[in-house]
């Protein structure tokens, strides 16, 4: 077998006993089940580890990611995360986060042919679309990669506030908050950027559900 192969089992041995040193009942309690207040809606990016660079242990936080943390209305798999989180596990906290540098994003400024992945990217090219004032605007191309990314987050989290199940959970009394983060991948900090939703009536009157 491949030594990256050979060296991730050993690690997980070693994490296990670590974890079993600090408490004999460690996973015993984890297999009791779980109720995270958290749910996260990050990048697939391998760089932004959702436990990790929130100090949060097992079981704190329920996790979704997809490329460059998107939230469309039509994928049923970030759906059905989303149902089970508000209405199985009732979490009370979303965070949509992004990070500077997301490839994503950054493909979704150019032209060029990926693949499948087009297709996906499509849905960030929307965001561009949007904004497009703005963006055009920033003459630093960095500068625009950064703000295109804050954007991108901004959106999902407004699209997360859109959905039936969001606005059902407000309807039934449920205490929800919605945020949106970037990461900083030379940082390792992350930026709350403001857009904090906790109610649908922070939405345009047409995207709010009467039930």
Request: aromatic share 10%.
């Amino acid at each position: 077998m491949a030594e990256f192969y050979k060296k991730i089992l050993e690690n997980n041995k070693k994490w296990v006993e670590d974890k079993l040193k600090i408490s004999p009942d460690y996973f015993n309690h984890l297999a009791e089940g779980q109720q995270p207040p958290l749910l996260w809606i990050g990048c697939s990016d391998s760089r932004v580890p959702a436990n990790e660079i929130i100090g949060a242990e097992p079981g704190e936080v329920f996790v979704h990611r997809n490329i460059a943390n998107m939230v469309v209305h039509s994928d049923m798999n970030m759906l059905s995360v989303l149902d089970y989180a508000v209405n199985a596990l009732k979490v009370t906290h979303v965070i949509v986060c992004g990070h500077y540098g997301c490839g994503g994003v950054k493909a979704a400024m150019g032209n060029s042919s990926i693949g499948v992945i087009d297709n996906w990217i499509r849905h960030i090219k929307d965001v561009y679309r949007f904004h497009q004032q703005e963006l055009d605007a920033i003459t630093d191309e960095k500068d625009r990669f950064n703000r295109f990314v804050e954007l991108n987050v901004k959106e999902q989290v407004y699209d997360l506030a859109k959905t039936s199940i969001v606005q059902g959970a407000w309807k039934n009394g449920q205490k929800l908050f919605l945020h949106g983060w970037v990461y900083g991948l030379n940082s390792g900090y992350v930026t709350d950027l403001g857009v904090n939703i906790t109610s649908n009536e922070d939405l345009d009157e047409v995207y709010q559900l009467k039930f």
